[in-house]
């Protein structure tokens, strides 16, 4: 049974006790890079310029996902040089992130 004894009005100052409240909220971040035929070869390394455009064409046609051409790059080490919307926001944890992947319309 919970203590019922009423605490007065004229408590020490010692006698209280923060509580915190902490919210965690899912935010997207935007990124965006663009994929040239620079990058392509330093992803696919040893392939021909004609190969390269076949595969260019693939991933603006969507025939090949950009998730296995973001895995590729990771693979072979090649950095992608994303570029942010510029807004800062703090989180907080260790927590997996969902990632998206596309193509922009522009």
């Known amino acids: 049974m919970a ?4 605490i007065s009005a004229g408590s020490d100052a010692n006698d209280s006790v923060i509580i915190t409240k902490t919210e965690r909220h899912h935010v997207d971040y935007f990124y965006e890079f663009e994929l040239d035929a620079k990058k392509l070869a330093e992803i ?8 390269l455009t076949h595969l260019m064409d693939d991933i603006r046609t969507g025939a090949i996902p950009v998730e296995a051409i ?3 790059a990771s693979v072979a080490s090649v950095e992608i040089p994303w570029k942010s919307d510029g807004e ?3 989180t907080l944890g260790n927590e997996d992130f969902e990632k998206t992947y596309g193509i922009s319309d522009e």
């Open 3 to 6: 203590n019922t004894t009423p």
């Open 44 to 51: 696919y390394p040893g392939h021909d310029e004609e190969h």
């Open 70 to 72: 973001i895995s590729d």
């Open 88 to 90: 800062e926001v703090l």
